[in-house]
């Protein structure tokens, strides 16, 4: 069904309220996610600040923080890997550690292989030898999916 100029300016239907645990985040509309939300602060840990290092003009900062997001999102659209429920399974309960820098994304097919985790239909060696296979956006692409 295809956006209509209406359907962003159409009030919210009466539901649970939010802080109610039934309470669902609507989902934002095409007019919504082009929307312009101003400034919004933001910590610029190491990455940020290499990224942005040189940069002085916050209009600058700004548009080369928003193209390097748009090209992240593009990467992830075309990267990733076919994985069972069994190995997502696995992956998920590795990744529960929280964070996952760069390293520990690289080591996931040494992570398999010596997580005691075991279900039924998971091939361990199968899973590390897909992901020693896979190149790095591949396995961002994966843990990003994950939620992590």
Not at 58 to 65: D, V
Not at 86 to 98: D, F, Q, S, T
């Amino acid at each position: 069904m295809p956006d209509r100029p209406e359907d962003a300016v159409s009030p919210p239907k009466s539901g649970p309220e939010r802080g109610d645990p039934s309470w669902i985040a609507p989902a934002l509309s095409a007019s919504e996610k082009q929307r312009v939300v101003g400034k919004t602060s933001v910590f610029f840990g190491p990455p940020l600040a290499i990224l942005a290092e040189g940069q002085k003009n916050t209009m600058e900062i700004s548009g080369k923080l928003n193209r390097t997001a748009e090209r992240y999102m593009e990467i992830l659209k075309y990267h990733g890997l076919e994985i069972t429920e069994p190995e997502r399974l696995c992956l998920a309960h590795i990744c529960h550690i929280g964070f996952m820098a760069p390293l520990e994304i690289r080591e996931l097919p040494d992570e398999v292989r010596w997580t005691a985790f075991a279900c039924d239909g998971l091939d361990k060696d199968a899973l590390a030898m897909k992901l020693e296979s896979a190149c790095f956006a591949d396995l961002v692409a994966v843990v990003e999916a994950l939620g992590f």
